[in-house]
């Protein structure tokens, strides 16, 4: 008897040896504008982000990832499709479509495109969306909705043209539900966060914890506490659904702080989004030391905070300053985190870095690219295209008369062009940069564009003043 019992003891803890771990939940929180100096734990010495920073201290913080566009569309194009956004004609934010088609847009990301979450649907994973979207634009009929690229449940703002509207500054509320009700599946889940992108919409407690600071910083600080707070609630109903232990929490945002405006007075705006809000003077986001802003090439417009947590695979506490992690890498990579097989027809511009989501720093075997068609009346928006290999990073106009040569990490400022001490490797790099750039399409998808008929015209400004009593905040 005492046999037989030993017998299926050691037969139970041999099956549950063999049985393959749970399929981890993935959480992906992405901010709006939100630098990377606006973390506390990233040396800011005014603003406070104790959630985010609970999230590095349980995890990874990687000190070299980079978005693929310093603007927002393109960015989350990259993210969602793990290829270059200007596959896809992608090149800046999607606006109103009298204003697309003219910059070589399309009016929507082509629902061909392959993406992350119908990847993991296709593998049993629930899907869902909440919070932004503008991956087409709210003046946009016809856009093709969420379920078109894999998701199954959303709530959205900036969304197409007669969409259920989501309430901005609330991306949490949705995201809460959905863990809750999917606690006893595998699931994947954007929380695209409003914060810190203008119109500014702080909540009146925000305001309040802020009172002691300056206008413009009091503002801005309000914005970070609401979106922090966000993240604080998504983990919280992780932790109270019992599945943060099998859960890969990522944030990041989809590009650097936005520029201050010039008008150096309180004023209200209307965005994309249809809020009305405080506008870019109260903007006074910290890239930690980069150079450049939104809308510029240099690192402080496309290098972004990029916290993991995964706890029992990714060590708590790490600093990873050494892996050049890009948002193209994050669709190859969490499928594998995930067991997912990537489809043979798959031509992605990424690379699977499983192994430093892992603790294990390594060295990506690809080039990173980058491609800016927007303004550039600002000093560092010059740069069309952008290149890193390795240690190098050269910045260029599209003839490539104008260049700058950079190493990195070592000059994170980009502070020293190297460029004419270096002309073996701008050469390279350049001839890189220009062979891909001659191999993107040259025009948008054709049928992504909305029916001209039912295109309403565009607001005849974007700006709204509101009568206001009292003193500005």
Request: net charge neutral; hydrophobic share 40%.
């Amino acid at each position: 008897m005492l046999l037989r019992l030993l017998l299926l003891v050691l037969g139970a803890v041999a099956a549950r040896a063999a049985a393959p771990a749970p399929r981890p939940n993935i959480v992906f929180l992405f901010a709006d504008d939100w630098g990377w100096g606006d973390l506390s734990g990233h040396g800011s010495t005014w603003l406070r982000t104790p959630h985010l920073d609970q999230l590095a201290a349980e995890g990874i913080d990687f000190g070299q990832f980079n978005v693929l566009n310093p603007v927002c569309s393109p960015s989350r194009t990259a993210v969602m499709t793990g290829q270059y956004p200007a596959r896809w004609g992608v090149h800046q934010h999607f606006a109103h479509p009298s204003q697309n088609r003219p910059r070589g847009m399309p009016d929507w990301l082509d629902p061909r495109a392959p993406t992350l979450p119908r990847f993991l649907r296709a593998a049993g994973y629930r899907t869902g969306h909440f919070g932004k979207w503008h991956l087409t634009n709210r003046q946009t009929p016809g856009a093709p909705p969420p379920e078109a690229y894999g998701i199954d449940e959303w709530a959205v703002f900036n969304g197409g043209a007669g969409w259920p509207a989501a309430k901005v500054g609330d991306s949490a509320s949705g995201a809460v539900d959905f863990i809750r009700r999917h606690r006893d599946r595998p699931f994947f889940l954007n929380v695209w966060l409003h914060e810190t992108h203008t119109p500014h919409a702080p909540s009146p407690e925000a305001m309040a914890q802020w009172a002691h600071l300056d206008e413009q910083r009091r503002v801005y600080a309000a914005v970070v506490t609401d979106g922090d707070r966000a993240v604080g609630r998504i983990l919280a109903a992780l932790r109270e659904a019992g599945v943060d232990g099998n859960t890969l929490v990522l944030f990041s945002s989809d590009n650097g702080p936005e520029n201050t405006g010039a008008t150096q007075r309180p004023a209200y705006t209307e965005g994309d989004s249809g809020v009305t809000g405080y506008d870019t003077y109260y903007s006074v986001g910290e890239t930690g030391g980069l150079r450049g802003r939104k809308r510029s090439l240099f690192e402080g417009g496309v290098r972004v905070p990029f916290l993991v947590r995964w706890p029992g695979r990714a060590p708590a506490g790490r600093r990873d300053e050494t892996t050049v992690f890009t948002a193209v890498d994050l669709l190859p990579t969490l499928c594998a985190a995930a067991g997912v097989a990537l489809p043979a027809d798959y031509a992605g511009d990424g690379e699977n870095l499983l192994p430093a989501l892992e603790g294990r720093p390594l060295a990506r075997t690809r080039p990173v690219f980058w491609e800016w068609r927007g303004n550039q009346t600002e000093p560092d928006w010059w740069p069309r295209l952008a290149v890193r290999d390795g240690e190098w990073k050269l910045l260029l106009t599209a003839d490539a008369r104008r260049v700058s040569l950079h190493r990195l990490p070592a000059d994170r400022a980009e502070a020293r062009d190297e460029a004419a001490a270096q002309p073996e490797v701008v050469a390279r790099l350049s001839r890189l940069a220009l062979a891909w750039k001659a191999s993107l399409p040259t025009e948008p998808p054709a049928d992504c564009f909305a029916p001209a008929d039912q295109i309403q015209p565009p607001p005849e400004s974007p700006r709204k003043a509101p009568a206001r009593k009292g003193k500005a905040p």
